[in-house]
Each structure stands twice: as structure tokens, then as C-alpha cells.
């Protein structure tokens, strides 16, 4: 429902089923807001709000964490990994609007100051360096 709405908004929507595969799209997508279920498979929402949030190169994107009844989303975890937002399952199509829309908006702006160069790699990915040398 969230993305057809988002959709007839306007908004490009790309959905992912998986935490791995959000690290594997992040470079190609580039997004500026992550609707992220904190309870994902592989890795969880927390995870992926806490990477973007530290990554010079990603975290003018803004996230927003969902959850349900049955898995809620602990609102401590969220505000420490670096959450903009929550919201819980079933929501209304007015209020993901009115929290998506302003985001969307300062991540635009915040985008515009991000450093120059490639992202950087998935957590557990990142180059390794021996004896001054960076290894792949």
C-alpha cells in the first residue's frame, strides 16, 4: 500500500525484501528517504539506519523505521541508531505523506553537501590495509 502510494506521489520507489540486498542497491538507488522495517531479514533495520547515519556519503538520507503489533519497533534502538522518524503498521496514507514529504525535501538539501567520491562498502566489506597498501 505504502509504495503504491508513494508512487502516485510522485516518488520513485524501489523495493528491497532483505537487509543484504539494501547494502548491495545503496550506490545504484542513492536514496534520500529509507523506509526500512526494523525487523528485516539479514540484517535489520537498526543496522542499515546505523550505517547510513555514519556514512559521510549516505546519511543526508533520511530513514524512517516501521513495524507492526507483532514486531514493533523499539523506539530506543531507532532514536540511538539515528532514526528520523518511526512509523507503525497499518499507518493512514496521510501520515506517511506528512513525514515522508519534509524529509524528502531536507535530504535534497543535505545531498548538495555530501563529500566527493565513491560510497563506501557494506559494513564487512571495507578494504583492509596491510603494510600501508589498501587490499580489496
Known sequence: MGERLLRDEGYEVVTITDGDTVFVRLPDVDPDVLILDANLPLRSGYEI?????????????????????????????AREAGADGMIHKPFEAKALLTLVGPLAKKSEELRELRPAGPPPPPPGEEPKVVKGAVAA
Open 49 to 77: 539506519t546505523r550505517f547510513v547515519k555514519s556514512s559521510s556519503f549516505y546519511r543526508h538520507a533520511a530513514v524512517l523505521l516501521t513495524g507492526s503489533v507483532a514486531e514493533p519497533v523499539d523506539e530506543s534502538l
